[in-house]
């Protein structure tokens, strides 16, 4: 038996494709996963049977509230983000980072971009040039920022230099002044 858990933002599609690996079913109103928490089927990988059991978030990645027990003995995980939605990529590398503390340091990590019917919604395309523009002036600024930086950086290391750093002290000649005796010795 392998487990396998599916994680991702809440309404990126996790449920329905448990429903649709395991039961071939799809359902397109959302209702969040309340009751079902795993379900299993039986592959076949090089001749021989594969018994998968696949856990499904109960509706916790909500509340952020996944515990560790989720994630023990799991193999897999199927880490699902929605195409459509920018915030569900953004978010993958908390979940990331969620493996990393809680889960096996060998766990196979799928990403899976969900929801690819909804092709029109998706963020770039240079057929009909949605967000190219935005896409090369974003990299280009954040290069230019990244780079002025270090210049500036680099300009303030070395005016830090000795040799920059002379300031002219005047000093004025001392006065003539007859000497005071002081603290002779009696
Ligand atoms: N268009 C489309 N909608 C989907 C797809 N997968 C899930 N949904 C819809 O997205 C919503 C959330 O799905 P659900 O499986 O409950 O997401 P979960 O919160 O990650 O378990 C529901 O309305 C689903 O019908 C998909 O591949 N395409
Ligand atoms: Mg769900």
Not at 79 to 100: F, G, P, Q
Not at 105 to 112: A, G, K, Q, R
Not at 142 to 161: A, F, G, P
Request: proline share 2%; hydrophobic share 35%.
């Amino acid at each position: 038996m392998h487990t396998v858990v599916l994680i991702g933002d809440s309404g990126v599609g996790k449920s329905n494709l448990l429903s649709r690996f395991t039961r071939n079913e799809f359902n397109l109103e959302s209702k969040s996963t309340i009751g079902v928490e795993f379900a299993t089927r039986s592959i076949q990988v090089d001749g021989k049977t594969v018994k998968a059991q696949i856990w499904d978030t109960a509706g916790q990645e909500r509340y952020r509230a996944i515990t560790s027990a989720y994630y023990r003995g799991a193999v897999g995980a199927l880490l699902v983000y929605d195409i459509a939605k920018h915030l569900t990529y953004e978010n993958v590398e908390r979940w990331l980072k969620e493996l990393r503390d809680h889960a096996d340091s060998n766990i196979v990590i799928m990403l899976v971009g969900n929801k690819s019917d909804l092709r029109h919604l998706r963020a770039t395309s240079a057929l009909d040039s949605t967000n190219v523009e935005t896409a090369f002036q974003t990299i280009l600024t954040e290069i230019y920022r990244i780079v002025s930086q270090k210049q500036m950086s680099e300009r303030q290391e070395s005016d830090m230099s000795p040799s920059n750093n002379v300031v002219n002290i005047q000093v004025q000649p001392t006065e003539n002044k007859p000497k005071m005796q002081c603290c002779q010795n009696i």
